[in-house]
Structures are given as structure tokens and as C-alpha cells.
């Protein structure tokens, strides 16, 4: 009896410690998370007009917006992507819009690679390609991509020889998000390093991140947002951590019984292909 009411104790101070930490990580989001900004984001024109009317220099009408919308790629075994934003202007125009903390995502070729998801699934099979709308990636990284201190770097295709615009209508744009500047793109840009909604300059942004960390209905849904990704986290955790467990062990009994790499992952038992390439593959890294 006492030692299950311990237990029950202990349990319950292992809830309210983990209710805690994700409160916690919540007040520090800001839309640079790309948990929150999807979601403040999503089914959000206002918001979204608000964004793109700012970095794009002009008025834009979207028609539809979706967060964490998944692109399948149509090759067998090819890498998907689920894009931060996905927003249709009344044009038919198609905007993939990403949101970036750190510098592992934010190599160039990520972005070609994004633009040729978007174009992929704009033609029907008896359309002409002159008829494929414009497409906008757009990347807005934490850092200064490029570190020269501008707001923006518009990256579209030219002819080399000319210096001629190609006008193939796919744009790449990559925004700076330490610009500090005292106009509208330096405002946008604090708004999506605050943490506080009463702090930000845009109502429209404001409104929504209000919604999302300081109401009852809101907060519970950026908890279930929290919870799902440290769910996924500890799984990809648990299962590197097999990973290099049997690599240790593989060491060990090549060593201590003289089998080959082939006999001891046969003999441990690892028959899936995918599970023995990483294992050959961690074991060549040392």
C-alpha cells in the first residue's frame, strides 16, 4: 500500500514536471519554430498577405494557405517534404514558404529542390508548358544567409552571357531575420523573434500567436504540438541509440570470437538490409 502510494507520487511529480517543461517551451516559441509558425500561419489569409505583401513588394490576394502540407515525391523510394507553408495566390501562383533556425537546413540546393516539387504538380498531362504559373520559394532563415546585411536576396535564373533575366518564372527568395531596420521588413522580422504577442508590431501576426500561447484553447493545442514532436524525438533518439548499442557489440564479437562482419550480423540476428548498411556504415566511421 505504501509503495503504491509512493509510486502514484512519484508519478504525478513526473507529470507535472513534464506539464511544466512544455509550458515552458511553449512561452519560448517564437515563429521562428516552425511548429508555431505553421500553425499561425495555417488557413490564415490575412496573416499570410500580410507576409508575402512585405517581402514580395507588392499586393497579393492568396486564395488558399496550408500548414505542414506533405509533397509525395512520384519516385519510388524519392525523399518527400512537407513544406511550413503552402500558399495558392488568385493567380494560381504556388508559394512554398520555409522558416529556418539553424545552418544544417539552409544549403541552396534544399531550395532547388523545393521548386522542382512545386513545378512538378502544376501541369496536367496534356498542358503546355507555357502554361506553368510562376513558383516562389521562399526561405526565412534566423541567421544572414549570405551575411552582406540586406533584408532580402531575390534569386532568379539570368543568361550568364547577357545578364539578361531567363523570366522562367521560378523564384528563389531568402529572407534575413537579423535585419533590424527601422521600416515595415525590420518590424516583420522582430515580430517573428518575439516571444510576446503584446510585443509585436502586426496585428495580424499578433492575433494569432495571442490565440496559440495565451489562451486555454489555444495553449492545449501547442502542447499536443510539443508533446507529438518530444514524442518523436525520444523514438528517433531510442533508436539510434539500438543503433550504436549493436555496433559495440558487433566490435566485440568480430574481436573476441574472429567472425567476420557478415557472420556476426548474421549471427545477432540483423537480417533487414536498411538496418546492416547502417550498421557497416557506423562501423567504417569508427
Not at 245 to 274: F, R
Request: with cysteine; net charge negative.
Amino acid at each position: 500500500m505504501i509503495q503504491d502510494e509512493l509510486n502514484d507520487g512519484y508519478s504525478s511529480r513526473a507529470k507535472q514536471q513534464e506539464s511544466d517543461r512544455v509550458r515552458r517551451i511553449i512561452d519560448d516559441l517564437t515563429l521562428f519554430d516552425d511548429d508555431m509558425m505553421s500553425l499561425v500561419f495555417d488557413k490564415n489569409i490575412p496573416a499570410t498577405q500580410l507576409l508575402l505583401r512585405i517581402i514580395l513588394k507588392r499586393d497579393i490576394i492568396v486564395k488558399s494557405v496550408k500548414g505542414q502540407e506533405e509533397f509525395k515525391n512520384p519516385i519510388v523510394g524519392g525523399r518527400d517534404i512537407t513544406l511550413d507553408i503552402h500558399a495558392i495566390d488568385i493567380d494560381g501562383e504556388e508559394i512554398d514558404i520555409e522558416v529556418q533556425g539553424n545552418y544544417e537546413g539552409s544549403h541552396v540546393r534544399r531550395a532547388r529542390f523545393h521548386s522542382a516539387m512545386l513545378d512538378s504538380r502544376m501541369l496536367r498531362e496534356s498542358d503546355v508548358f507555357k502554361s506553368l504559373k510562376d513558383s516562389y520559394v521562399i526561405f526565412i532563415y534566423k541567421h544572414d544567409k549570405f551575411k552582406k546585411g540586406l533584408p532580402i536576396y531575390s534569386a532568379d535564373r539570368t543568361i550568364m552571357e547577357t545578364g539578361e533575366a531567363l523570366n522562367d518564372g521560378a523564384h528563389i527568395i531568402y529572407v534575413n531575420g537579423t535585419y533590424t531596420g527601422n521600416d515595415e521588413f525590420g518590424k516583420l522580422m522582430q515580430d517573428f523573434h518575439s516571444r510576446d504577442s503584446k510585443e509585436m508590431h502586426y496585428k495580424e501576426l499578433a492575433n494569432s500567436v495571442h490565440h496559440f500561447k495565451e489562451t486555454k484553447k489555444g495553449r492545449e493545442i501547442m502542447c499536443e504540438a510539443v508533446k507529438k514532436y518530444a514524442e518523436e524525438y525520444a523514438k528517433e533518439y531510442a533508436e539510434e541509440y539500438i543503433i550504436k548499442d549493436k555496433v559495440i557489440t558487433v566490435q566485440k564479437l568480430m574481436k573476441n570470437m574472429k567472425w567476420t562482419l557478415e557472420q556476426t550480423l548474421d549471427n545477432i540476428g540483423v537480417s533487414d538490409k536498411a538496418e546492416r548498411d547502417n550498421i557497416i556504415s557506423l562501423l567504417k566511421k569508427g
